[in-house]
């Protein structure tokens, strides 16, 4: 017996001896790997099985290779076993069966295997199989880091980067990425990049940053191509190149990844880097927001509330911006307020308008304030409250925005929801008007007009109400014409109040069809047709050549 046990140890040896001769990539060697592993060969029934997985020179079946793993895991092979715990996870061969992964990862991790170690960590960190545990997660990570294996030393990094079972700490991240970096990994290569573009566990460093997406994204690394036209894009260690950016972003868009899909999108929409397409803005828009991206959602729908690149349909709109606003999207919950308040795709509706403005608002969108607080000022959607009204103006004032700036200063002005204080009025309308809001400059204009929070100038007032009516603000209009007419701030100047007062007018303002009347009762018939030539002339210019 001792005999027969011996001559079949050497035939198994010379077997072995075989197929680790045999070629890799022909069919002789699935010959061999086959005599081997029947004569029940570990390293050729794995071998084996990696063949039927894979497809090499045998059609690809994962159910003969989930066989042939399985012996060789009785065994005790721990390759095969960490393949057998793949297959479990995937579903291939076999129906998907996380806990039955673990139990083979973990058979092959605790004989030191360090691909199965880090699987094992991967089902510890995302809770599949195992209940989540960070902490063993990266015990597991860290032993086959330690053994060099990249995508561990990776994960692990990621764990110090998140503070996920250790005690967030960047520089210990950077340490790990770089170990898997230098190995040529990509995702590590990518994160690593991140690291220095944040500068986290590092000193903050763009050209670093560049260096290193840019190794993912030569490999194909879909998150690093994004990155680095990112990089481009935003003149980040590198010269700014929209074209450059455009190309890096086309290459992840083109592997489905959605962020580049979307600023692929918004480079076409705006003609960046690529000649300005609203078709095909809309093509990478849709590919994106197909994938829930908020942002492609968002702008898919502005796309059809303007009928850019496709037929104009406020109820697609919606549908998008819903969609977005769903996901907490706060530019889509403004716009979706927007639709519901002026009845655009839907039945008009104040409560559901206020809803959706409330969301975005309460997230700090600017607009979105200022949309509310004009809500709570006219009571539509809600009781009307001044002071709310002047809450929600304040927010929006204080990042910036001119409506709302224009909107605080008329509260102050108007002593609703505040004390009455003309100063104040001034100021707000100041900030407004400098930033261009025709409102605040014709309200800045009447300011200075009356003296109210500011010492009376003619001049200044003139000034602020030309710059409103250059913008076609019929109050401002009507106000310069006024002081045209009566020499106030300007010469007197009948035809230059004619010009003025009919562009008010014809911008649909009440007050000057009477205006008008009383002015032509002073002028001659040469200077109304004088006028009446150059009205035309300033309303074909857009306003820019009046006098």
Request: overall charge positive; some cysteine; proline content about 3%.
């Amino acid at each position: 017996m001792e005999k027969v046990a011996v001559l079949l140890l050497c035939i198994l040896f010379a077997l072995s001896w075989l197929y680790n001769s045999a070629p890799k990539d022909d069919k002789e060697a699935v010959k061999w790997y086959l005599k081997a592993a029947q004569q029940g060969d570990a390293s050729a029934q794995n071998n084996l099985g990696l063949m039927y997985a894979n497809g090499e020179d045998v059609p690809q079946d994962y159910k003969e290779a989930v066989k042939w793993f399985r012996k060789a895991a009785q065994q005790g092979d721990a390759l095969a076993q960490n393949r057998l715990g793949f297959m479990y996870a995937n579903g291939e061969g076999v129906p998907q069966d996380d806990k039955e992964a673990v139990k083979w990862y973990l058979k092959a991790a605790q004989q030191g295997d360090a691909s199965a170690q880090n699987n094992l960590g991967l089902m510890y960190a995302n809770g599949e199989g195992v209940p989540q545990d960070y902490k063993e997660a990266v015990k597991w990570y860290l032993k086959a880091a330690q053994q060099g294996n990249a995508n561990a030393q990776n994960n692990l990094g990621s764990m110090y980067a998140n503070g996920e079972g250790v005690p967030q700490d960047y520089k210990e991240a950077v340490k790990w990425y770089l170990k898997a970096a230098q190995q040529g990994d990509a995702v590590a290569q990518n994160n690593l990049g991140f690291m220095y573009a944040n500068g986290r566990g590092v000193p903050q460093d763009d050209k670093e940053a560049v260096r290193w997406y840019r190794k993912a994204a030569q490999q194909g690394y879909a998150s690093a191509q994004y990155n680095l036209g990112f990089m481009y894009a935003n003149g980040r260690g590198v010269p700014q190149d929209d074209k450059e950016a455009v190309r890096w972003y086309r290459k992840a868009a083109q592997q489905g990844y959605a962020s580049a899909q979307y600023n692929l999108g918004f480079m076409y929409k705006n003609g960046e880097g690529v000649p300005q397409d609203y078709k095909e803005a809309v093509k990478w828009y849709l590919k994106a927001a197909q994938q829930g991206d908020a942002l492609a959602q968002n702008n898919l729908g502005v796309m059809y509330k303007n009928g850019q690149g496709v037929p104009q349909d406020n109820q697609k709109a919606v549908k998008w911006y819903r969609k977005a606003a769903q996901q907490g999207n706060a530019l889509a919950q403004n716009n979706l307020g927007i639709m519901y308040k002026n009845g655009q795709g839907v039945p008009q509706d104040n409560q559901k308008a206020v809803r959706w403005y409330r969301k975005a608002a309460q997230q700090g969108h600017a607009k979105a304030q200022n949309h509310l607080g004009f809500m709570y000022g006219s009571g539509r959607g809600v009781p009307q409250d001044n002071q709310k009204a002047v809450k929600w103006y304040r927010k929006a004032a204080q990042q910036g925005n001119a409506f709302a700036q224009n909107n605080l200063g008329s509260m102050y002005g108007s002593g609703r929801g505040v004390p009455q204080d003309h100063k104040e009025a001034v100021r707000w309308f100041r900030k407004a008007a400098q930033q261009g809001n025709a409102l605040a400059q014709n309200n800045l204009g009447f300011m200075y007009d009356i003296g109210k929070g500011i010492p009376q100038d003619d001049q200044e007032a003139v000034k602020w109400y030309r710059k409103a009516a250059q913008q076609g603000n019929a109050l401002a209009q009507n106000n310069l014409g006024s002081m045209y007419g009566s020499g106030r701030g300007v010469p007197d100047n009948y035809i230059s109040a004619y010009v003025w007062i009919a562009m008010a007018k014809l911008s649909g303002n009440k007050n000057s069809v009477t205006l008008i009347e009383k002015l032509k009762k002073r002028m001659t018939r040469q200077q109304i047709a004088l006028g009446q030539a150059r009205a035309t002339k300033c309303y074909q210019s857009n306003y820019t050549d009046c006098y």
